[in-house]
């Protein structure tokens, strides 16, 4: 089974507005953490947003949140007022276990296009 | 240093030849991954570091193919005999604790 999924292979969002790009996971581990990456066509994975499984809250960093629904396994990320700058892959990933160590699983990516 | 370093940034090469890449993690990072690439798909890993020592393989990464990071510092992939299928983008990751891991620019192999 996949770890992660993430089924939008691209989308469209107007400048200034909201997009949300979904993520599903699986994992029986109880301690693992959820984490998106945005790759602009430069090839770097630039690193956005981090979820622990104990978090209580959302996680946000400026215009980005994770939704965080740990019932479903899922963690979509929430880009708020859209720039053009953000238009680029956006991965989602997961680590599992308490071990820090552990290797990431990504998912196959979602590609964003901002429209001015 | 402000970030993880990787080179060279691309490399073309002709079928059967050897390559080897160059990653410098952030300094205080103890942990360094590689990933590879490619176009269309998510990062899939390919083995990782804890200071000096290789902890783990995938089993993606076949004999051809080797990693070392003596002394904990900087680590090289190094690719034996490449093929066209070897042809990738070759990420290399850092990280110290849970919350993130740092990736460099890549390396681009194109493999004629």
């Known amino acids: 089974a996949q770890k992660i999924t993430q089924t939008q292979p691209g989308m469209f969002v107007q400048e200034k507005e909201a997009v949300t790009l979904d993520c599903t996971y699986d994992?029986?581990?109880?301690?693992?953490?959820l984490f998106w990456y945005k790759q602009p066509s430069s090839g770097e994975m630039i690193f956005l947003i981090y979820?622990?499984?104990?978090?209580?809250q959302n996680a946000t960093e400026g215009r980005y949140s994770l939704n965080f629904q740990k019932a479903r396994k899922s963690a979509n990320l929430v880009i708020s007022a859209s720039q053009l700058g953000d238009s680029a892959m956006y991965f989602c990933?997961?680590?599992?276990?308490?071990?820090?160590?552990?290797?990431?699983?990504f998912g196959t990516g979602t590609s964003l296009t901002v429209i001015p | 240093d402000t970030g993880v370093s990787q080179d060279p940034r691309h490399k073309i090469t002709k079928r059967g030849q050897n390559v080897t890449f160059r990653c410098d993690p952030i300094?205080?990072?103890?942990?360094l991954y590689w990933y590879r690439q490619t176009l269309g798909q998510g990062p899939e890993f390919l083995t990782y570091?804890?200071?000096?020592?290789?902890?783990?393989k995938s089993r993606l990464l076949s004999d051809r193919f080797s990693a070392e990071r003596p002394k904990g510092s900087f680590s090289t992939l190094e690719i034996q005999r490449t093929e066209q299928g070897d042809s990738a983008m070759y990420l290399c990751?850092?990280?110290?604790?849970?919350?993130?891991?740092?990736f460099g620019p890549g390396t681009r192999l194109t493999v004629t």
């Open positions: 570091f804890q200071n000096e020592a290789q902890l783990e």
């Open positions: 994992t029986s581990d109880p301690s693992y953490g």
């Open positions: 990751a850092s990280s110290f604790g849970m919350k993130s891991a740092i």
């Open positions: 990933a997961m680590r599992e276990g308490a071990n820090t160590g552990n290797q990431f699983y």
């Open positions: 300094s205080e990072h103890n942990r």
């Open positions: 979820q622990g499984s104990y978090d209580q």
